[in-house]
């Protein structure tokens, strides 16, 4: 599976932005789609996920009311809409692939239990 991370920016504080992950390779019938993002000197951090499947979808607390993740399938990409950002979402954005038959909870919010990742995209919010 590859993954390509797209929409990063440098924005203001309260913006909106819509970050894109172009995914292929192989069917994704058992695979979720996940977020996740790295401010600097910490680690990944899950934000959102998207079963390919059903579309269901699961949400970090820290931006439930913030962002959503969507999918296109006729595209093959997941997007994270991101509104009213906060200084505090500067960090490079990630989108992985988590293949269902390989976790307990599914989709995981595990870094670990994701094996394909893209590139990443940079966001920086100014105050």
């Known amino acids: 599976v590859q993954l390509q991370a797209s929409g990063g920016g440098l924005v203001q504080a309260g913006d909106s932005l819509r970050l894109s992950c172009a995914v292929s390779?192989?069917?994704?019938?058992?695979?979720?789609i996940g977020w996740f993002r790295q401010a600097p000197g910490k680690e990944h951090e899950f934000v959102a996920a998207i079963v390919w499947s059903d579309s269901s979808t699961v949400y970090a607390d820290s931006v439930k009311n913030r962002f959503t993740i969507s999918k296109d399938k006729a595209k093959n990409t997941v997007y994270l809409e991101i509104n009213g950002l906060k200084p505090e979402d500067t960090a490079v954005h990630y989108c992985?692939?988590?293949?269902?038959?390989?976790?307990?909870?599914?989709?995981?919010?595990?870094?670990?239990?994701?094996?394909?990742w893209g590139q990443g995209t940079q966001v920086t919010v100014s105050s």
């Open positions: 992985a692939a988590g293949r269902r038959s390989t976790v307990v909870i599914f989709p995981s919010r595990l870094p670990s239990d994701y094996a394909y």
């Open positions: 390779g192989r069917s994704l019938s058992n695979y979720a």
